[in-house]
């Protein structure tokens, strides 16, 4: 996996190599040659696949880029912040057919087995401050009794019905893909600050 940083870096490198191609003046003629080259290949080849393939064999091979690696920022930031680090590994890997080692295991993006709900402060770090943080499209802030004061009075059952299943602007669970009773923990969370 590639870090920001390092994504940066390549593409700094690959700017910085283009601008020095850019200098590089292309004629007319160089053009008229190219097309010639390959307007003549099959009359030089002929359809035999096996000049061909030698063709390409005697081609020089091409060396292959060192993989870039993390500046010390970055390896310092992956040292302070391994959860984090955790947290945005990807799901996946690409796998090509000559692979030998293909990783085609996904994780769950939730609690591991058997550590139980999330308490309703974790969940709503993790979900719902997004839009509760700031009032998003009309959503109570945490903490503001006013705004919580009618849909508290509507009832707890309603506010879980209402977070489980969607309301209004509000989507199904926040939009995130957790269980039933870990929303129910975010909805008392915010419930005990607004009041």
């Not at 850019?22 to 096996?50: F, H, I, R, Y």
């Not at 969607?166 to 669970?173: E, Q, R, S, T, V």
Request: aromatic share 4%; with cysteine.
């Amino acid at each position: 996996m590639l870090s920001a940083a390092a994504i940066l870096g390549i593409a700094s490198i690959a700017v910085s190599q283009a601008e020095s191609v850019v200098d590089t003046p292309v004629t007319v003629s160089d053009v008229a040659k190219a097309q010639k080259v390959v307007a003549n290949a099959p009359e030089q080849l002929g359809n035999d696949t096996q000049a061909a393939a030698e063709t390409a064999a005697a081609a020089p091979a091409v060396d292959k880029e060192p993989i870039p690696q993390d500046t010390p920022q970055v390896q310092k930031l992956i040292a302070l912040y391994p959860n984090l680090i955790a947290r945005i590994q990807p799901v996946g890997k690409v796998c090509f057919e000559d692979d030998e080692v293909c990783d085609v295991t996904a994780r769950a993006a939730g609690p591991a087995a058997g550590d139980g709900p999330r308490e309703g402060k974790a969940v709503y770090n993790a979900v719902c401050h997004t839009c509760h943080a700031a009032g998003l499209l009309g959503s109570p802030i945490l903490g503001d009794a006013g705004a919580w004061g009618p849909r508290i009075s509507k009832g707890k059952e309603t506010l879980y019905t209402h977070a489980i299943n969607g309301f209004n602007a509000m989507p199904a669970k926040g939009g995130a893909d957790i269980p039933d009773e870990e929303v129910q923990n975010a909805v008392d969370y915010m419930v005990g600050e607004a009041s």
